[in-house]
């Protein structure tokens, strides 16, 4: 017996189909290599009723349940499969190759139908050659983190000076972090080259090093599954016409001379890109306010697939992030965050006279809270360069001062009271003076600038060593987009998931125009690789099949309540019986917030009424 079994060669493990078996030591995911798994002639004529597969996996189930498996060395004894050996009771005489098997054929039941799905079919014209190569950036003499968005426009901007080197810019595909690909090979000596890069408003030096890592060809005849470099590749490919900073549709505010260029219409983020909405009419249902200074931004999220008939299909559909408002002042997300709901006339009214709005100020205790509130949005955007951090611009200035951007530190006191020692250079006797100034002073005297709140506090930015002091109202977050990744309050929550809720029809509608938006069938990176994309979405047969009844247990616990099913819904009528609310509370939290005024809650608790009564009908028709 032990004879014949060893005879069968080593140990084999099913794959996750359970139709072929591998040599190996995989992990369940389908990764091995190895031969057919020999079943014998005697399983296929099994009398016992087969499961989802068909005869012979009911035969291999029966083996693999009654197998045994010892805790201590974790190999397997039993009568279907011993140590060292394959499956018992197999001799070679017998044994057969099993074919894979083929799909059980559709059903017939319920009414065929036309399902569009949002799949969208590849076309691939030629085979190119793509080569790989792995980018790492980094500054000379110093440790150097960075983001993606920096990485993207270092890279571009290295393109940008040495074309000469990387050939035709639309064989580029770059995935925004570590490698890039194309199909002409690059001149490196001994296999990397570094290039120097100067960058941002204050000169940087860094260095991009390229390497050369493999290279394959783009070929998916007769194959039902790609390498992740190659969907990895592919990816980008699709989406490269947004990513690319040298295309006209991306352009970044990096540089000050920048800013009067046309604003960029998609922020690639991983796999998504989203649509910087504007103002315009067609452009506001992409956009929704969530909370003070945050915005949930429509977008699209795409994958490369391939499919049963072995054909390319790219998987797309409607996605929702968190971002903070552009260019939004910081007195308006003060207002947002201690008037979220509804500011009062009083507020409103002393925000816009001059007369009165100088006296506005803050006591201690909403301080702490436009603290706390402003933390919670602030240091929520992932900045990798310096620190966690929302960046800030201010309002004022040429184009190169409203470009440079600011670190949020802290919330501090009003300008009126900050003080801090403003060092010239006198013009008589060219020496050092210092005095000793507010920031009102400051803004007034210097800028020329005369603040319209003096007594709203300062925010602190820049970093804990250095001390820059600016008022909040010449201050406004960045126009570069920055998404959200903090955890969102309740509210916040409700907010986002009420906007990123939409029928199959709008998630049908915003998808195609978010398409058409990122213009992807005139790609010159999928002409350059011979890919051609359909853009009507994939339909695949369906049936609509009876829904089965809902019954549910009536009170006499003895019969059923058969309930019918139309379209999906069925009417609601009392199934339980529900607790009554005896108790509840109400809440008055009209005008806490008011000038010079602490928080003041009322809570009155009443008994819940007879919801039956005349006594509570008249009371709710008044």
């Known amino acids: 017996m032990h004879e014949e079994q060893k005879k069968t060669g080593p140990v084999m493990e099913l794959d996750s189909m359970g139709l072929e078996a591998r040599?190996?030591?995989?992990?369940?995911?389908?990764?091995?290599?190895?031969?057919?798994?020999?079943?014998?002639?005697?399983?296929?004529?099994?009398?016992?009723?087969?499961?989802?597969?068909?005869?012979?996996?009911?035969?291999?189930?029966?083996?693999?349940?009654?197998?045994?498996?010892?805790?201590?060395?974790?190999?397997?004894?039993?009568?279907?499969?011993?140590?060292?050996?394959?499956?018992?009771?197999?001799?070679?005489a017998k044994a057969e190759i099993i074919k894979p098997l083929k799909p059980l054929p559709f059903g017939t039941l319920g009414k065929r139908i036309k399902l569009r799905t949002n799949y969208f079919k590849l076309a691939l014209k030629s085979n190119p050659t793509v080569h790989r190569y792995e980018v790492e950036i980094s500054r000379l003499g110093s440790n150097f983190r960075i983001n993606r968005d920096n990485m993207r426009m270092i890279f571009w901007q290295a393109v940008e000076e040495n074309r000469n080197f990387f050939g035709n810019t639309y064989a580029l595909v770059y995935d925004d972090s570590r490698c890039f690909f194309t199909t002409e090979q690059l001149e490196l000596h001994n296999g990397e080259i570094n290039l120097s890069v100067t960058v941002g408003q204050r000169p940087i030096q860094l260095v991009v090093r390229i390497r050369y890592t493999a290279s394959f060809t783009?070929?998916?005849?007769?194959?039902?599954?790609?390498?992740?470099?190659?969907?990895?590749?592919?990816?980008?490919?699709?989406?490269?016409?947004?990513?690319?900073?040298?295309?006209?549709?991306?352009?970044r505010f990096f540089k000050a001379e920048s800013c009067s260029r046309e604003p960029p219409t998609f922020y690639p983020y991983g796999q998504c890109i989203y649509l910087i909405a504007t103002d315009a009419a067609r452009d506001r249902r992409f956009k929704q306010t969530i909370g003070p200074g945050l915005e949930a931004w429509n977008g699209l999220y795409g994958a490369v697939k391939i499919g049963s008939s072995n054909?390319?299909?790219?998987?797309?559909?409607?996605?929702?992030?968190?971002?903070?408002?552009?260019?939004?002042?910081?007195?308006?997300?003060?207002?947002?965050?201690?008037?979220?709901?509804?500011?009062?006339?009083?507020?409103?009214?002393?925000?816009?006279?001059?007369?009165?709005?100088?006296?506005?100020?803050?006591?201690?205790?909403?301080?702490?809270?436009?603290?706390?509130?402003?933390?919670?949005?602030?240091?929520?955007?992932?900045?990798?360069?310096?620190?966690?951090?929302?960046?800030?611009?201010?309002?004022?200035?040429?184009?190169?001062?409203?470009?440079?951007?600011?670190?949020?530190?802290?919330?501090?006191?009003?300008?009126?009271?900050?003080?801090?020692?403003?060092?010239?250079?006198?013009?008589?006797?060219?020496r050092e003076v210092r005095v000793v100034m507010t920031v009102e002073e400051y803004f007034r005297r210097i800028k020329g600038i005369n603040l319209f709140y003096p007594n709203l506090p300062v925010i602190h930015v820049g970093s804990s060593a250095r001390k820059i002091h600016i008022p909040m109202e010449l201050l406004a977050t960045s126009v570069t987009p920055q998404k959200i990744r903090r955890n969102l309050s309740e509210f916040e929550r409700s907010q986002l998931v009420r906007f990123s809720c939409y029928s199959p029809r709008e998630r049908v509608e915003r998808t195609r125009e978010l398409m058409d938006?990122?213009?992807?069938?005139?790609?010159?990176?999928?002409?350059?690789?011979?890919?051609?994309?359909?853009?009507?979405?994939?339909?695949?047969?369906?049936r609509v099949l009876k829904p089965p009844d809902i019954a549910t247990e009536r009170e006499d616990h003895d019969r059923y309540k058969v309930v019918s099913v139309v379209d999906g819904s069925w009417k609601l009528e009392k199934f339980t019986?529900?607790?009554?609310?005896?108790?509840?509370?109400?809440?008055?939290?009209?005008g806490c917030f008011q000038r010079k005024e602490n928080v003041s809650l009322t809570a009155v608790s009443y008994r819940a009424p007879d919801f039956k009564s005349d006594a509570f009908r008249a009371y709710a028709s008044v």
């Open 577 to 590: 019986e529900c607790h009554r609310a005896m108790v509840f509370c109400v809440v008055s939290v009209d």
């Open 311 to 430: 054909k390319l299909l790219y998987n797309c559909d409607v996605t929702t992030a968190l971002f903070a408002r552009q260019r939004f002042n910081l007195i308006n997300i003060y207002v947002e965050i201690l008037h979220a709901r509804r500011p009062n006339d009083r507020f409103l009214r002393e925000m816009n006279d001059e007369n009165l709005a100088r006296n506005l100020s803050i006591d201690g205790w909403n301080r702490q809270q436009l603290m706390a509130a402003s933390k919670r949005l602030i240091l929520a955007y992932i900045v990798q360069v310096f620190r966690e951090s929302l960046q800030l611009c201010v309002t004022y200035g040429d184009d190169r001062a409203t470009a440079r951007h600011y670190r949020f530190v802290a919330v501090g006191k009003p300008a009126t009271t900050v003080r801090f020692d403003y060092v010239s250079t006198d013009e008589v006797t060219n």
């Open 517 to 542: 938006r990122q213009n992807i069938e005139e790609s010159d990176f999928l002409r350059q690789y011979g890919i051609t994309i359909d853009l009507e979405f994939l339909k695949v047969n369906g």
């Open 23 to 92: 040599r190996g030591r995989g992990r369940g995911r389908g990764r091995g290599r190895g031969n057919p798994i020999l079943v014998s002639s005697s399983s296929l004529t099994s009398n016992e009723a087969a499961s989802v597969g068909g005869d012979s996996m009911f035969s291999v189930s029966q083996q693999l349940s009654s197998m045994k498996v010892s805790g201590s060395s974790g190999a397997s004894s039993a009568s279907g499969f011993s140590e060292g050996s394959g499956m018992s009771g197999v001799s070679a």
């Open 218 to 251: 783009l070929d998916i005849s007769g194959r039902n599954f790609l390498p992740n470099g190659v969907l990895q590749f592919l990816d980008g490919l699709l989406t490269q016409n947004v990513r690319n900073m040298l295309c006209a549709i991306f352009l």
